[in-house]
């Protein structure tokens, strides 16, 4: 598995070496900048899966480095504090900061905290994966799979079931010359009674539903003995 990278920004120079050599004893790839300006430089060079940011920096602020960090993404920050009052921590917290630590800690309170926070972002990046729409796109057409509709731009384009089902297969087997035999066995994972007619017959409806010349069609080609070639090209 890839090493997670951590960023920490600290200006204390032992504080910052300690947790390098630390954090990457643990198997992590760790830098380590001093303020908020090398922090700015490294980010716009470097990934990070997380931040260890230091609440008091030279020039800009922990908490104002939080609050900017927020409006460009979530990127997991556990914020440090040599001080340890209740108000700084939700201070911290309300400003976009994930976790809050105080020092002095015991670096292996810190790893507990880096794990679980990395896990928790996976796994709430693992959930938005899963409640993403599984759309096709080809040319200026999007084709919802779970909602069964297909978009041309803001306009709904209206396919019967097996209309849908043929341009489905089409969609998952792309830049591939698919036989009407095998056009036919796969229809039959979808539907209860596959088209009993020429599969030829479909494909023409479908191609006038997406405006597809029959004479140069731009997506659905016809290949003369052996069946046909769904080309998605460029979207627009």
């Known amino acids: 598995m890839e090493s997670k990278h951590i960023l920490v920004v600290d200006d204390d120079a032992g504080l910052r070496e300690l947790l390098q050599e630390y954090l990457a004893a643990?198997?992590?790839?760790?830098?380590?900048?001093?303020?908020?300006?090398?922090?700015?430089?490294?980010?716009s060079q470097h990934a990070v899966?997380?931040?260890?940011?230091?609440?008091?920096?030279?020039?800009?602020?922990?908490?104002?480095?939080?609050?900017?960090?927020?409006?460009?993404?979530?990127l997991p920050i556990i914020m440090l504090s040599a001080r340890g009052e209740d108000v700084d921590r939700i201070v911290g917290l309300e400003v976009g900061a994930d976790d809050y630590l105080a020092k002095p800690f015991n670096p292996r309170e810190l790893l507990a905290r880096i794990r679980a926070l990395l896990r928790r972002n996976e796994q709430g990046q693992a959930r938005s994966d899963e409640n993403k729409p599984n759309i096709r796109r080809f040319g200026p057409f999007g084709m919802d799979v779970d909602a069964r509709v297909l978009h041309k731009h803001d306009l709904t384009i209206q396919l019967t079931a097996g209309e849908f089902n043929l341009l489905r297969i089409f969609a998952e087997h792309p830049n591939r010359v698919l036989g009407r035999d095998t056009i036919m066995d796969m229809l039959k994972g979808y539907e209860r009674s596959p088209f009993d007619r020429s599969i030829d017959v479909r494909v023409t409806r479908l191609r006038r539903k997406i405006g597809d010349d029959p004479n140069a069609p731009q997506f659905i080609r016809t290949v003369w003995g052996e069946g046909y070639l769904f080309s998605p090209g460029d979207t627009v």
Do not use: K, W
């Open 26 to 43: 643990q198997g992590f790839q760790v830098a380590a900048v001093a303020d908020g300006t090398q922090m700015d430089a490294y980010l």
């Open 49 to 74: 899966d997380l931040l260890i940011l230091d609440l008091m920096l030279p020039g800009e602020d922990g908490l104002s480095l939080a609050r900017r960090l927020r409006t460009r993404g979530s």
